[in-house]
């Protein structure tokens, strides 16, 4: 069940409306948990990647969803 594919549709009858994707939304919540605790912390990008040592593009990519961010990012965050 877990790997099974789902997808929002988009409504046709909407010109700004877009399907999403399961991993579409994942990558979405995983860069809002880590841009909260990372604005939570009160850190700047450069702070935040610089103490946890990432490098500030990838957690640029991770905050923007152009990437999704692997697990560990995630346990550093909750």
Same mark, same amino acid.
């Given at each position: ?5 789902i997808?929002l ?15 579409a ?10 841009r909260?605790?990372?604005?939570? *912390?009160? *850190?700047?990008?450069?702070e ?9 593009g990838? *957690?640029?990519d991770w ?10 990012a995630?346990?550093m965050s909750?």
């Amino acid at each position: 069940m877990k790997n099974e594919r789902i997808a929002l549709p988009a409504d046709p009858a909407d010109a700004e409306d877009f399907g999403v994707t399961a991993e579409a939304l994942d990558r979405g919540q995983r860069a809002r948990l880590i841009r909260r605790t990372r604005t939570g *912390l009160g *850190l700047s990008q450069s702070e935040f990647a610089s103490r946890f040592r990432v490098p500030v593009g990838t *957690l640029g990519d991770w905050e923007q969803a152009r990437a999704t961010a692997p697990d560990f990012a995630i346990a550093m965050s909750g």
